[in-house]
Each structure stands twice: as C-alpha cells, then as structure tokens.
C-alpha cells in the first residue's frame, strides 16, 4: 500500500494555473464529471469563502486521484507569498514537488520563494511550464527563465508541438513518441521534429546515467539505455538532486495533463522512498524507523482547518497503521486523545476511510486539544515528530472589535485564527493598549479579519497600528529615596541610593549590589530589585515600558522596627524613576535588512 502512494506538492507564483490543472485531472481521470473553474468559484479546491470571492487560493487543500493502480495525493497550494506557511506544511509531509512556471511570465519572485523552501528540504522536483496555450508564449524563452532564475540540471523530457494557441501537444522523449490534445492521443513525431527529439532523447540517457554508476557503465558500454532504466536512472538523479525534469502543459484546455500525472507516478518516490523518518522517543533519544504498517504509530498533525462546527486535523501518517475510532497518545500534549472517523479529503469533500496506511494523508475532526505540529502516536511507544518551521510575522494591524458582543468573543475568535494559521500571531501592545495581528502580509492579515467575521462572527476594524515607544536612560544617573509611611503603629522605612546606567547589549534590565558593611540587608535588597521592575511597566517620561537599563543599589539605611519588603519595594520602584533630570528619553528601535552588495547604502 505504502509503496503505491504518492504524495506530491504543487507549488509556484500565484497565479501559473497549479488549482486548473488539479480540477482538470479530477475531470480527465473520471472522479468529478464536471470540471470547476476558478473563475466562476466552482473549482473543487478553491471553497473557501475568501478563495472564491477573489478567484485564487488561500490554502492548501488536497485531491487524492487513483491512478493506474496508484493513489496520487495532490497538495495544492497557495500561490501568494503571504501564505508561504501553507507551503511549509505541505513541503513537511510529501515526498516530491510539481513546479508550475506560468509560460508568458517565466520565473516569477514567488517561484524563487517556494523553490528554495522545496530545495532547502532536498525534495525531489519537476519544473511544468504550464499554460502553454496562452497568446505571446515562447516556450524557449519560459525555458530560458527556469534556467537562469533557478539553480538545478533541467532536462526537458518533453518537447512541445506548437506554442500559444497553436499548441496541440508534447513528444513524449522516453517513448519517443507524440501525445496530443485532451484525449492523450498517440502519434509518430513529425518528420521536421525528428531530429531535434532525438538530439534531445539523448539528454535524456545522459541524465540518468548520471543517477547510477552501473547505468553510466552500461550507457558507455550500449550507447542507449532502455525506457526502464532511463526512468530508474532519473528517479535515482533525481533523489540526489543531479537533475530536474521538464515537463509542458495546458489545463485548461487538457493538453498534455495526463504525461504530468504519469511523471508524478514515475519519477517521484514514495513515502518509502525517501528514506526512514527520525522521531524523539520519550527518554529523549532519536529514533529511526522504516515508513511501513509495521513501524511504531507516528501521525503528524500538519494543519489545523476551524469552522463553527469545531476543528478538522490533517494528518500525514510516518508509521503504522492508524485507525478509526481508536485512542492514541498525543506526544506534545502529554496526554491520550479519541479518534473518530477518519477522512480523505478532496477539496471540502470528506470520504471516510477504515484506517490510514503508512504514507498515507487523511483527516479526522474534534481530535480533542490536538493542534498543528502535534505527534499521535501508541501510548506504549511515545515518539515525537519534527514541528514544521515558520517564518516571524512580517506585518501586522491593530484590530478593534465593533461592538462589546465582538469584544467577549475576540480572544477565543484570534486563538483559533491562530490554531488554524501558525503564521499569524497576536499579542496586546502593553505600551499603546491596542490588540495587534501580526502575519506575512497586508493580503494575509486582510484575509485573517474576514475569516474572524465569517466563521466566528466577530466583527472587527482594522488601523496602523501606535508606535509601541520605550523609554530608555541616555547616561548615568543617581537617585536617593527615602519612603516614610506613620499611621500610629508600626511604620514603613526605607531609604535606597541608586545608580541607574545604559545596557550596552539587548537585555532589557539588570540589576546588581554594590551594598558593603551590611547598611541594607538581603532581603531588602531583593525587594528594592523588586520595586525596580515594577518601575519599568510605566517609565518616568510618558508611561512607556523601560528598556535597556541597569539598576545599581549601592547605598542605604534600614530601621530596626519599621522597615520592611513593602518600604523597600516602593523606595525602590521611586528611587528608579528620579534620576537627574534630563536622562530619561523616549526610544524607538528598527533593524535593518539589506544584501551584502547593497550593504553600504544605508550608510550614504
């Protein structure tokens, strides 16, 4: 079973037709018998609501095709690098990539972002210049941007029979033979073909035998490689990152959609292809198993979908076999959790299922406080898969609820948005008291407000967020405090000198003693240290927290009677905020980012 599956990535720039190829070969391979457009919002993976209210994808949603004897589970991602988080997770749980280049645009920056994230996990990749039916293409030149833009060997393995609306199909270079129009029908090459084909079927052989040294050894000894081995030759090139393979398409008009599902089939490995998977055991060691049905469970939780109704969980299966309605343990929270139905996906389609096999990527709904990132595996043998990694919000809004109904609801609404997306973060701004939504992009976080109305009904506005200032010291300062407090019985005492300096490095405040001879006791000293961080919520100059400041007790007196923590706590917390006058000022810090051949024009 495991070594019949496939699970593969499409990625690429937004908008270079990855949804139209998917609802394409759902139509061609027989499982919808109606094909969706994005463009009229009936695209079976585009159904979220943002996702057809602007014709594109926001999120990675999953088609499984049975092909010739095989299960193709096609991720399909989206295309805007604010949603690069989408594409982590789908890049953490396949084996192999599909790269679309949009033929007219060529290599775009989002091609670059999602091929070095493919690169930097060493997945296997195909490169697709698809919609090679538009007016203005060039299929020289889109190969020309792949070439130049992206770093790898490409090899096409095909090569087109037209370009632009005369575009009617591809030469197949390992059968050498033509695959035309939406039937893939069967042909000869064309007499004016011939030779470039054949030019170009030995780039082919030569790139496989790069694969394997017993292949290069029969190549030279033959001078040819048959089709078995030039396929196995390119799975094995491909493994290594020794070579790429091209490949044309036009979706929307079915030319050449099923040669690309042939390639997925034989070129990308399967989950057992690839390579054990390594997990963290209970006593903390790492482990290594085999990706089968005998391995201990490991389930990846790879993504979190929140609806009204509740939570849905995809999960991607390393080992074992997991099981409907079964208990399993989750291994980050420590703790057992009930499976229910298990599901595949096909856009917003849920087909139950028995179990999940190895390699297998399926769902389940209300997997009980299980997130993103969490590891199901037996409670006998705990075991814990790598998270996926995320990049740091890069933008953000500050939000404000429209109505005190919206007010109650806003925690709960942002910790599910953020269940749901691990690329979007929220916090309140203890400086400027405002809510604030950070994410990867205006577009992101636009999407994220919308999604809070629509599925939590929380209505909210959005605004540029205050500056969040800090007040910091500029230069030494000393302060004396002297806190008397007599109501008629036991009073309060406490007089501190202080020294308050610059911190040269990141760190927020330290504080030390420089107390000799005993004038101020420990205890005392720990609750003037005290008083001096609860000084630094609210800074003297406007209320701003306080960075970068060292607080220095060096002298002070105590009373025998009347001193105690409460005297020192406020002699400290006072004595902090004096200084002289003129050292406190306001601070705004920013980092700036540039590359190394830009790097001295900031400077200018």
Same mark, same amino acid.
């Given at each position: /079973?495991?070594?019949?599956?496939?699970?593969?990535?499409?990625?690429?720039?937004?908008?270079?037709?990855?949804?139209?190829?998917?609802? @394409?070969?759902?139509?061609?391979?027989?499982?919808?018998?109606? /094909?969706?457009?994005?463009?009229?919002?009936?695209?079976?993976?585009?159904?979220?609501?943002?996702?057809?209210?602007?014709?594109?994808?926001?999120?990675?949603?999953?088609?499984?095709?049975?092909?010739?004897?095989?299960?193709?589970?096609?991720?399909?991602?989206? #295309?805007?690098?604010?949603?690069?988080?989408?594409?982590?997770?789908?890049?953490?749980?396949?084996?192999?990539? /599909?790269?679309?280049?949009?033929?007219?645009?060529?290599?775009?920056?989002?091609?670059?972002?999602?091929?070095?994230?493919?690169?930097?996990?060493?997945?296997?990749?195909?490169?697709?210049?698809?919609?090679?039916?538009?007016?203005?293409?060039?299929?020289?030149?889109?190969?020309?941007?792949?070439?130049?833009?992206?770093?790898?060997?490409?090899?096409?393995?095909?090569?087109?029979?037209?370009?632009?609306?005369?575009?009617?199909?591809?030469?197949?270079?390992?059968?050498?033979?033509? @695959?035309?129009?939406?039937?893939?029908?069967?042909?000869?090459?064309?007499?004016?073909?011939?030779?470039?084909?054949?030019?170009?079927?030995?780039?082919?052989?030569?790139?496989?035998?790069?694969?394997?040294?017993?292949?290069?050894?029969?190549?030279?000894?033959?001078?040819?490689?048959?089709?078995?081995?030039?396929?196995?030759?390119?799975?094995?090139?491909?493994?290594?990152?020794?070579?790429?393979?091209?490949?044309?398409?036009?979706?929307?008009? #079915?030319?050449?959609?099923?040669?690309?599902?042939?390639?997925?089939?034989?070129?990308?490995?399967?989950?057992?292809?690839?390579?054990?998977?390594?997990?963290?055991?209970?006593?903390?060691?790492?482990?290594?198993?085999?990706?089968?049905?005998?391995?201990?469970?490991?389930?990846?939780?790879?993504?979190? @979908?929140?609806?009204?109704?509740?939570?849905?969980?995809?999960? @991607?299966?390393?080992?074992?076999?997991?099981?409907?309605? $079964?208990?399993?343990?989750?291994?980050?929270?420590?703790?057992?959790?009930?499976?229910?139905?298990?599901?595949?996906?096909?856009?917003?389609?849920?087909?139950?299922?028995?179990?999940?096999?190895?390699?297998?990527?399926?769902?389940?709904?209300?997997?009980?406080?299980?997130?993103?990132? +969490?590891?199901?595996?037996?409670?006998?043998?705990?075991?814990?898969?790598?998270?996926?990694?995320?990049?740091?919000?890069?933008?953000?809004?500050?939000?404000?609820?429209?109505?005190?109904?919206?007010?109650?609801?806003?925690?709960?609404?942002?910790?599910?948005?953020?269940?749901?997306?691990?690329?979007?973060?929220?916090?309140?701004?203890?400086?400027?008291?405002?809510?604030?939504?950070?994410?990867?992009?205006?577009?992101?976080?636009?999407?994220?407000?919308?999604?809070?109305?629509?599925?939590?009904?929380?209505?909210?506005?959005?605004?540029?967020?205050?500056?969040?200032?800090?007040?910091?010291?500029?230069?030494?300062?000393?302060?004396?405090?002297?806190?008397?407090?007599?109501?008629?019985?036991?009073?309060?005492?406490?007089?501190?000198?202080?020294?308050?300096?610059?911190?040269?490095?990141?760190?927020?405040?330290?504080?030390? $003693?420089?107390?000799?001879?005993?004038?101020?006791?420990?205890?005392?000293?720990?609750?003037?240290?005290?008083?001096?961080?609860?000084?630094?919520?609210?800074?003297?100059?406007?209320?701003?927290?306080?960075?970068?400041?060292?607080?220095?007790?060096? +002298?002070?007196?105590?009373?025998?009677?009347?001193?105690?923590?409460?005297?020192?706590?406020?002699?400290?917390?006072?004595?902090?905020?004096?200084?002289?006058?003129?050292?406190?000022?306001?601070?705004?810090?920013?980092?700036?980012?540039?590359?190394?051949?830009?790097? #001295?024009?900031?400077?200018?």
């Amino acid at each position: /079973m495991t070594s019949q599956i496939r699970n593969v990535a499409l990625i690429s720039h937004n908008g270079a037709g990855k949804t139209t190829f998917v609802e @394409r070969a759902l139509f061609n391979t027989g499982v919808t018998t109606r /094909m969706g457009t994005v463009q009229n919002g009936t695209a079976v993976m585009d159904f979220e609501e943002e996702e057809i209210a602007r014709n594109s994808s926001v999120a990675t949603a999953i088609a499984p095709i049975e092909w010739r004897e095989c299960k193709l589970n096609i991720l399909d991602t989206p #295309g805007f690098a604010d949603f690069i988080g989408e594409v982590n997770a789908a890049l953490r749980v396949v084996e192999g990539v /599909m790269v679309f280049v949009e033929a007219v645009a060529g290599v775009e920056v989002g091609t670059e972002l999602v091929w070095q994230a493919a690169e930097a996990r060493n997945l296997p990749r195909v490169v697709v210049i698809n919609k090679m039916d538009r007016d203005n293409v060039r299929a020289q030149r889109a190969l020309n941007s792949v070439t130049e833009h992206l770093k790898g060997n490409f090899v096409p393995l095909q090569l087109p029979i037209g370009e632009g609306p005369t575009f009617k199909g591809v030469i197949d270079l390992l059968s050498m033979e033509c @695959r035309l129009g939406d039937n893939d029908q069967r042909a000869p090459i064309p007499a004016d073909m011939v030779e470039a084909a054949e030019a170009a079927h030995m780039a082919v052989i030569e790139a496989a035998a790069e694969g394997d040294d017993a292949l290069m050894e029969k190549y030279f000894e033959e001078d040819t490689l048959p089709d078995e081995d030039i396929v196995r030759g390119l799975r094995l090139a491909m493994k290594q990152g020794l070579c790429i393979p091209v490949l044309y398409s036009a979706p929307q008009e #079915g030319i050449a959609v099923v040669p690309v599902l042939n390639a997925m089939l034989r070129l990308l490995p399967a989950p057992d292809g690839m390579g054990s998977f390594m997990a963290v055991a209970a006593n903390g060691s790492t482990e290594e198993h085999p990706v089968n049905d005998t391995s201990p469970l490991a389930a990846l939780a790879f993504k979190t @979908r929140e609806d009204p109704y509740g939570k849905m969980s995809y999960l @991607r299966v390393y080992g074992g076999i997991l099981e409907s309605d $079964s208990r399993v343990w989750d291994a980050n929270a420590d703790a057992e959790v009930r499976v229910g139905s298990l599901h595949l996906l096909r856009g917003k389609e849920q087909i139950a299922v028995p179990r999940l096999h190895a390699g297998d990527i399926g769902s389940v709904v209300k997997l009980g406080d299980t997130g993103t990132n +969490d590891t199901l595996c037996d409670r006998g043998h705990k075991l814990q898969l790598d998270a996926i990694s995320q990049p740091h919000p890069i933008a953000q809004v500050a939000i404000h609820p429209v109505s005190q109904s919206d007010v109650a609801k806003l925690s709960q609404s942002l910790n599910r948005l953020v269940a749901e997306d691990p690329t979007l973060h929220w916090h309140t701004e203890l400086a400027t008291h405002e809510t604030i939504l950070a994410g990867m992009g205006h577009t992101h976080l636009e999407i994220a407000v919308k999604k809070a109305e629509h599925k939590f009904g929380v209505h909210m506005t959005t605004s540029v967020p205050l500056i969040p200032y800090r007040e910091t010291i500029t230069r030494s300062a000393q302060s004396e405090y002297t806190h008397k407090k007599q109501t008629g019985g036991a009073g309060q005492y406490a007089r501190v000198f202080l020294r308050v300096e610059s911190l040269d490095d990141d760190a927020d405040f330290e504080f030390s $003693s420089e107390i000799f001879g005993g004038s101020v006791s420990g205890p005392f000293v720990a609750a003037t240290e005290k008083g001096c961080r609860q000084a630094l919520d609210a800074g003297p100059i406007a209320g701003y927290p306080v960075v970068g400041v060292k607080a220095v007790i060096y +002298d002070g007196k105590e009373h025998p009677v009347d001193s105690k923590e409460i005297a020192f706590q406020t002699a400290g917390r006072e004595g902090f905020k004096k200084g002289d006058d003129g050292s406190w000022a306001s601070h705004v810090g920013a980092n700036l980012y540039c590359d190394g051949n830009s790097s #001295g024009g900031p400077y200018g």
